[in-house]
């Protein structure tokens, strides 16, 4: 049996240097905690690459790409979701990618490009396959058990991912994405000022399969199950797109656009489920009512890992070594509703936070993407950011945070998933607001209570 697993392993190795793929011969370190790999192998896209590898785990485990939105970062993603305290529960392997793709809402993961529109074109979708296929070897992950998810421009790359390599992922779950091939250049990226993006988008079930059909023609196999999640309040990625995704995987798995049933899982979710005729679930959509452009959010993870059908693997508790977030339930129809944790501890004290911001804006609207960086020596446990929004700018959604009100004075408070922030750590935050001219960023930021500084 080992010999015929290695053979398996050495063919798929084969296979991906055909593709320019190259796997560097180390040896892997085990560890509980985010490591970053260099030299993982063919890397067009310029990407960095993170891992976590749960210290509980079966001898073949699987992989999960988790993947950020503009603006972020495989670490940031990291301490912002709840996916390694999941991995902890069921020894699966996360890779998270840093997209380094300058594109106007900072560094964004590249689904505009002709490049990154071919089946092992170049570009980030060929870097990204370097980290699964290093992953295969150096940690024995299970090249049949790959399984790709992100939040916005991540989940944009998870519907790309799923379109180019229909026989390499399992399945996807995509948090405010958009269907493969629907930006169509460089030019019609990023999405504040984007065709595809603009609210107007609408393409036949048909014209919507056939982009995905047309990467790999040749290609008969089974297709990538798929689950979507959309907020009805999104403004900048917009909520009617969620149907758009829905008319394409349902046309490229040959079903019909009525779901075969729908239910509520969870209060303020709507989730419809398209199945085929062997009763096998293969798109899902989840509508979160009145969510903004801010998701996932607390269980939502928990929820995709269920889907993927990962939860039956072994369960331990969370290593002190993860982003500390609650234990999510394993069920799709349990996790609690999105919510602030407990009150902040006590103040850091002053000069023992800084915060980094960065605005991209366009005609009347802008997105402020924000970091946090504990500088002191002791974790912060619950968090409230204080900030005051320049004049005629007014916060429309958010992501990461609660925030009230929505103009002049504003409070940003964590998330149940994000509530600690430990000594030299950093959580990332951000939002999209409308202006009447004035783009400027807010003149100071006290983290509960204590004045930051500036980077």
Same mark, same amino acid.
């Given at each position: 049996?080992?010999?015929?697993?290695?053979?398996?392993?050495? !063919?798929?190795?084969?296979?991906?240097?055909?593709?320019?793929?190259?796997?560097?011969?180390?040896?892997?370190?085990?560890?509980?905690?985010?490591?970053?790999?260099?030299?993982?192998?063919?890397?067009? $896209?310029?990407?960095?690459?993170?891992?976590?590898?749960?210290?509980?785990?079966?001898?073949?485990?699987?992989?999960?790409?988790?993947?950020?939105?503009? $603006?972020?970062?495989?670490?940031g993603f990291y301490s912002g979701s709840e996916f390694a305290s999941l991995a902890n529960q069921y020894?699966?392997?996360?890779?998270?990618?840093?997209?380094?793709?300058?594109?106007?809402?900072?560094?964004?993961?590249?689904?505009?490009?002709?490049?990154?529109?071919? @089946?092992?074109?170049?570009?980030?979708?060929?870097?990204?396959?370097?980290?699964?296929?290093?992953?295969?070897?150096?940690?024995?992950?299970?090249?049949?058990?790959?399984?790709?998810?992100?939040?916005?421009? $991540?989940?944009?790359?998870?519907?790309?991912?799923?379109?180019?390599?229909?026989?390499?992922?399992?399945?996807?779950?995509?948090?405010?994405?958009?269907?493969?091939?629907?930006?169509?250049?460089?030019?019609?990226?990023?999405?504040?000022?984007?065709?595809?993006?603009?609210? $107007?988008?609408?393409?036949?079930?048909?014209?919507?399969?056939?982009?995905?059909?047309?990467?790999?023609?040749?290609?008969?196999?089974? @297709?990538?199950?798929?689950?979507?999640?959309? +907020?009805?309040?999104?403004?900048?990625?917009?909520? &009617?797109?969620?149907?758009?995704?829905?008319?394409?995987?349902?046309?490229?798995?040959?079903? %019909?656009?009525?779901?075969?049933?729908s239910d509520t899982p969870q209060a303020n979710w709507n989730r419809r489920r398209y199945a085929d005729?062997?009763?096998?679930? @293969?798109?899902?959509?989840?509508?979160?009512?009145?969510?903004?452009?801010?998701?996932?959010?607390?269980?939502?993870?928990?929820?995709?890992?269920?889907?993927? +059908?990962?939860? &039956?693997?072994?369960?331990?508790?969370?290593?002190?070594?993860?982003?500390?977030?609650?234990?999510?339930?394993?069920?799709?129809?349990?996790?609690?509703?999105?919510?602030?944790?407990?009150?902040?501890?006590?103040?850091? +004290?002053?000069?023992?936070?800084?915060?980094?911001?960065?605005?991209?804006?366009?005609?009347?609207?802008?997105?402020?993407?924000?970091?946090?960086?504990?500088? %002191?020596?002791?974790?912060?446990?619950?968090?409230?950011?204080?900030?005051?929004?320049? #004049?005629?700018?007014?916060?429309?959604? +958010?992501?990461?945070?609660?925030?009230?009100?929505?103009?002049?004075?504003?409070?940003? @408070?964590?998330?149940?998933?994000?509530?600690?922030?430990?000594? #030299?750590?950093?959580?990332?935050?951000?939002?999209?607001?409308?202006?009447?001219?004035?783009?400027?960023?807010?003149?100071?930021?006290?983290?509960?209570? !204590?004045?930051?500084?500036?980077?």
């Amino acid at each position: 049996m080992k010999k015929i697993k290695r053979k398996l392993l050495l !063919a798929l190795a084969a296979s991906l240097a055909v593709a320019g793929v190259t796997i560097p011969a180390v040896q892997p370190a085990f560890a509980a905690s985010l490591v970053e790999v260099t030299n993982f192998g063919s890397n067009p $896209g310029g990407m960095r690459m993170h891992v976590y590898v749960p210290d509980s785990r079966p001898a073949n485990p699987a992989i999960v790409v988790a993947m950020h939105g503009c $603006g972020g970062s495989g670490p940031g993603f990291y301490s912002g979701s709840e996916f390694a305290s999941l991995a902890n529960q069921y020894g699966f392997i996360v890779i998270y990618p840093s997209a380094m793709q300058e594109a106007g809402f900072g560094r964004c993961f590249d689904t505009w490009s002709d490049a990154a529109k071919r @089946r092992d074109g170049g570009s980030d979708p060929v870097s990204i396959m370097s980290m699964v296929a290093y992953a295969v070897l150096q940690y024995g992950g299970d090249a049949n058990r790959v399984f790709a998810t992100g939040s916005s421009s $991540g989940g944009m790359m998870t519907q790309h991912m799923l379109a180019l390599y229909p026989d390499r992922f399992k399945a996807g779950a995509s948090f405010m994405g958009v269907p493969f091939n629907c930006f169509a250049n460089a030019a019609d990226y990023p999405p504040g000022s984007s065709q595809c993006t603009g609210g $107007g988008m609408n393409r036949t079930p048909q014209q919507w399969g056939d982009a995905v059909r047309q990467v790999n023609p040749s290609f008969t196999g089974t @297709r990538p199950r798929v689950q979507l999640w959309h +907020g009805t309040s999104d403004t900048l990625v917009p909520y &009617s797109l969620l149907q758009e995704s829905i008319e394409q995987w349902t046309n490229v798995h040959g079903l %019909g656009q009525t779901p075969t049933s729908s239910d509520t899982p969870q209060a303020n979710w709507n989730r419809r489920r398209y199945a085929d005729a062997s009763g096998t679930v @293969r798109v899902e959509a989840l509508s979160i009512q009145g969510a903004g452009h801010s998701l996932p959010s607390s269980g939502m993870a928990a929820a995709a890992v269920a889907f993927f +059908g990962l939860t &039956s693997g072994p369960s331990t508790p969370p290593s002190p070594s993860t982003p500390a977030s609650p234990s999510p339930s394993p069920s799709p129809s349990a996790p609690a509703s999105p919510s602030p944790s407990p009150s902040p501890s006590a103040p850091p +004290g002053t000069g023992s936070c800084r915060v980094a911001s960065v605005i991209d804006a366009w005609n009347n609207g802008l997105v402020e993407n924000i970091t946090i960086t504990n500088t %002191g020596s002791a974790a912060v446990n619950g968090w409230s950011l204080v900030f005051t929004l320049p #004049g005629g700018q007014a916060i429309t959604s +958010g992501w990461n945070a609660v925030y009230a009100p929505t103009s002049g004075q504003v409070t940003a @408070r964590n998330l149940a998933y994000n509530a600690a922030i430990p000594a #030299g750590g950093s959580v990332s935050l951000g939002f999209q607001a409308t202006h009447t001219g004035n783009t400027a960023k807010p003149a100071s930021f006290t983290l509960n209570g !204590a004045a930051c500084a500036i980077a």
